[in-house]
């Protein structure tokens, strides 16, 4: 007498996460030979994607990724980093804006912005995203979740002289 069992061999797809984020499904799943299996990232509020790595090697930043006909052990990971916005400080003639350039901002953060005449100056405006704030010497972008602009300009202090003739 021969008898004979057989099994479908069954593989292991490993899925990690940084923080900032989740896969799904994570952890460790089991999958049948020949099976496919998909799966998603998804990053929390304020953080984007920055890396998926299926056995090691980057695939760029997907927002699933699908192994297909598996016949073997994959490990996947993914890894998320904080979305950084900018703000683009400038200052015109007769004066300065401080901090001045593009500044990198953090998702959720605040960024104060003072600005300052030069002698024989005074702020004649400050505009942020294009639209006048009046005249100040100090803004706060609070709850930065997006690019801005901020632009201080100046004008020269001048001086009516009046005089009279004499008799």
């Known amino acids: 007498t021969i008898s004979a069992s057989f099994s479908l061999n069954t593989y292991s797809l490993t899925a990690t996460s940084g923080a900032g984020g989740s896969i799904t499904p994570s952890g460790s799943v089991t999958v049948n030979h020949g099976d496919s299996r998909t799966f998603t990232f998804t990053p929390n509020t304020g953080y984007r ?7 090691n090697v980057s695939t760029g930043t997907p927002g699933q990724y699908t192994f297909s006909n598996i016949t073997d052990d994959h490990s996947i990971a993914v890894s998320f980093s904080l979305i950084t916005n900018t703000i683009t400080a400038s200052a015109g003639n007769g004066g300065t804006i401080s901090p001045g350039g593009n500044i990198s901002a953090e998702w959720g953060s605040d960024q ?19 639209e006048s704030v009046g005249v100040i ?4 972008f609070e709850n930065v979740t997006t690019n801005h602009t901020i632009s201080a300009s100046f004008s020269p202090v001048t001086y009516t002289i009046s005089g009279t003739a004499g008799p």
């Open 137 to 140: 010497t100090s803004y706060t």
């Open 49 to 55: 994607i920055s890396n998926v790595r299926v056995d």
């Open 112 to 130: 104060t912005f003072s600005v300052s005449a030069n002698t024989g100056y005074y702020i004649s405006d400050v505009r942020v995203d294009n």
